[in-house]
């Protein structure tokens, strides 16, 4: 029996290239049982036709099965569905239409976050996006990062790809970390004194859980990150958010029960804002007069292309009081999710632990893909690429502000990716961001970055990181126009004769 050609088509919004999704389309089709072992599937060349696609790329897709054994091809008869063919489920997986758990009782912890960051699933669409944290593939170094993952797949690096670490990291990665990552901070620490994180936030957790208990209190910033304020939720400590100013976290703010305090020195999330060195020491003074914590977020140190970098807190640390949070995931690429944390052995031994029973390690052929990109230098050059192209993007975006008169909260000392700002009274930069979508902009409003029930609405983040030059400025005059315009097309919308 023939399989009729009509059955086949592609999902318009799936993804990979044509050839793996023609493979996906195929196998789902065995796998749910509507393709059974010895049906002949469509020519290649119906297929192609049919889907509107090259026969070659029909032709490597049907390859590709009969190599995993999905398809058998049959001389000049085409391709047919294998005997050998994984089988469907011998019963049809149901689906309970009426559930009789009341899940508001049943769940005994909730975390669901209040207040976070909408960054829309398909930003990249929009002309303007001004929106934090994302790469650009136009600067990213994908064919030497191909190649390394390539290189971390062959049976020299064989164990790193298939061994079970349990508590451990791949040492390659532990010893770039510890010889040439981290003294560029002017941090020097031994192997048992770091641990490899799923990403910065997966260090910020399990800093928060080994810390932390609802007995203890912690201490941020703010505005601060936002899913810091959700960790400490979570963890049930008390915390208590101190306002920043014009140099960072004010050391004479901080309550007297601080147990530990969760910081950001050298570039204040969000207002960029860099710690002098005078305040770094009285923090650390007063973290020894008073007996806490400090964990130092040091995120996007790299991109230092201003001036040279601050010397990190826990370079200063006399005393071990510092836990320092660093990751590759700002610099390489979001996706990437690795990061570390560097402290004290007996809280690195406890991080370990805890990291163990929840995911017990991050993949061991990431662990190793980046190890040697790091290890050959493609980081090094792929920081001073990037470093290059956001300066040249700051330079434009400064530009624009100055010319549209859009107010500077914060810009950074030494870098960075993004501008702090500040737009007039009574303007709740949430309902602007609605506003302006239409016109493809996107922007980040300053409430979530906020602790309390009042959060100021005028504040906004812009970043550079993933917008071509040329489309700075007109995203610029777009934002200016629309905070021109902000009170007219309010009343717009509360009529509902919003576009």
Request: overall charge positive; proline content about 7%; charged content about 20%.
């Amino acid at each position: 029996m023939s399989i009729s050609v009509e059955t086949f088509f592609l999902d318009p919004a799936g993804e990979g290239t044509l050839q793996s999704r023609i493979q996906q389309m195929v196998a789902q089709g065995i796998l749910a049982g509507r393709f059974r072992p010895g049906e002949r599937l469509p020519s290649s060349r119906k297929m192609a036709q049919h889907l509107s696609v090259s026969r070659i790329t029909v032709t490597l897709a049907y390859t590709e099965l009969v190599a995993d054994d999905y398809l058998t091809a049959r001389g000049r008869s085409g391709y047919f569905v294998s005997e050998n063919a994984p089988e469907p489920p011998a019963f049809p997986a149901r689906r309970s239409d009426h559930g009789t758990v009341d899940w508001t009782r049943a769940i005994a912890q909730r975390f669901t976050p209040g207040l976070s960051l909408d960054k829309p699933a398909d930003w990249a669409s929009y002309r303007y996006p001004f929106i934090y944290g994302q790469a650009d593939k136009t600067l990213f170094d994908s064919a030497n990062w191909r190649l390394c993952a390539l290189q971390a797949l062959g049976m020299r690096d064989f164990t790193a790809l298939t061994s079970d670490y349990f508590d451990g990291d791949d040492p390659m990665l532990v010893d770039f970390i510890a010889r040439q990552a981290l003294p560029r901070r002017g941090i020097l620490a031994s192997a048992d004194e770091i641990l490899v994180t799923m990403g910065a936030q997966n260090a910020l957790w399990l800093s928060a859980q080994v810390l932390l208990n609802s007995r203890r209190h912690a201490t941020i910033e703010d505005p601060c990150y936002p899913a810091l304020r959700t960790i400490l939720t979570q963890s049930r400590c008390h915390f208590t958010a101190v306002a920043v100013d014009a140099d960072g976290l004010p050391p004479d703010q901080l309550p007297d029960d601080t147990d530990v305090v969760f910081c950001t020195p050298s570039h204040q999330c969000p207002t960029t804002t860099t710690m002098p060195m005078s305040r770094r020491k009285a923090l650390l003074a007063k973290a020894q007069e008073k007996d806490f914590v400090i964990v130092e977020d040091d995120y996007e140190f790299e991109m230092s292309f201003l001036k040279s970098p601050t010397p990190s807190l826990k370079s200063l640390d006399r005393n071990g009081r510092v836990v320092y949070v660093g990751s590759f995931s700002k610099s390489l690429f979001p996706g990437l999710r690795l990061g570390y944390l560097v402290g004290p052995a007996p809280f690195i031994r406890e991080a370990r632990a805890l990291r163990a029973t929840v995911l017990r390690h991050p993949p061991g052929h990431i662990q190793r893909t980046a190890s040697y990109y790091l290890s050959m230098g493609h980081y090094d050059a792929l920081v001073r690429r990037t470093s290059k192209a956001y300066h040249e993007r700051r330079q434009i975006m400064l530009a624009a502000l100055a010319k549209h008169r859009l107010t500077l909260a914060g810009q950074g000392t030494y870098g960075g990716s993004s501008v702090w700002l500040r737009a007039p009274d009574g303007i709740d930069t949430t309902v602007l961001a609605g506003q302006l979508r239409k016109d493809g902009v996107l922007i980040e409003p300053g409430v979530p970055f906020f602790s309390g029930p009042t959060p100021p609405t005028e504040y906004f983040r812009l970043a550079y990181s993933s917008l071509p030059p040329e489309r700075i400025g007109p995203g610029v005059a777009l934002i200016a126009a629309g905070l021109t315009n902000y009170h007219s097309n309010l009343a717009l919308m509360q009529r509902g004769n919003w576009p």
